[in-house]
């Protein structure tokens, strides 16, 4: 890379400049023609009309006129039609294409917050009108509380002799 040489600041200017002189005057010569182009189609399909001075005569263009926006409608109308086609069969071949190929685009989705019961409304429809409370369906689960007779609670003399049984087992062993 050393040894090639690199153009200087000056000498891409100048350049540049030049690339954009050709560039304007091809322009310019495509411009003009274009309007010769022009100039001669309308020579060509729309002839000076003179103006009659009789009614007959004028009627006459009138008619000739009518005649000839009427060939210019259909022409337009086929030229339309063919180009519809053409741009179906453009869009199908794309669609193939993208077939072939198995990507597909994705479209960014948007984040939404939405409810739970505006979910299942959007997804059920309006006709099913289901309010969910999430804390009605948790199971429920009782506290059991192991109730000793009072009895039993009375009575301390035979939780101590209980005791004193227990006691003599280890002291045997």
Not at 9 to 31: F, P, Q
Not at 68 to 90: A, G, H, P, T, W
Request: glycine content about 2%.
């Amino acid at each position: 890379m050393a040894t090639e040489k690199r153009l200087s600041a000056r000498r891409k200017h100048t350049l540049k400049s030049c690339m954009l002189v050709v560039a304007n005057n091809l322009l310019d010569a495509e411009a003009t023609v274009k309007a010769d182009e022009r100039e001669k189609f309308l020579a060509e399909k729309c002839p000076s009309v003179e103006l009659p001075y009789s009614k007959d005569e004028l009627m006459e263009l009138c008619k000739q006129l009518h005649e000839q926006i009427d060939i210019s409608e259909e022409e337009r109308y086929c030229i339309e039609f063919k180009l519809n086609m053409v741009l179906n069969e453009v869009r199908d071949l794309n669609i193939k294409i993208v077939d072939l190929r198995g990507k597909f685009k994705r479209p960014r989705l948007k984040k939404v917050r939405m409810s739970a019961d505006a979910m299942l409304k959007a997804l059920l429809g309006s006709k099913h009108t289901v309010n969910m409370d999430l804390r009605a369906n948790l199971k429920q689960v009782k506290k059991e509380v192991k109730e000793e007779p009072a009895e039993a609670a009375g009575d301390w003399r035979k939780n101590i002799e209980d005791k004193a049984d227990r006691k003599k087992m280890f002291e045997t062993s």
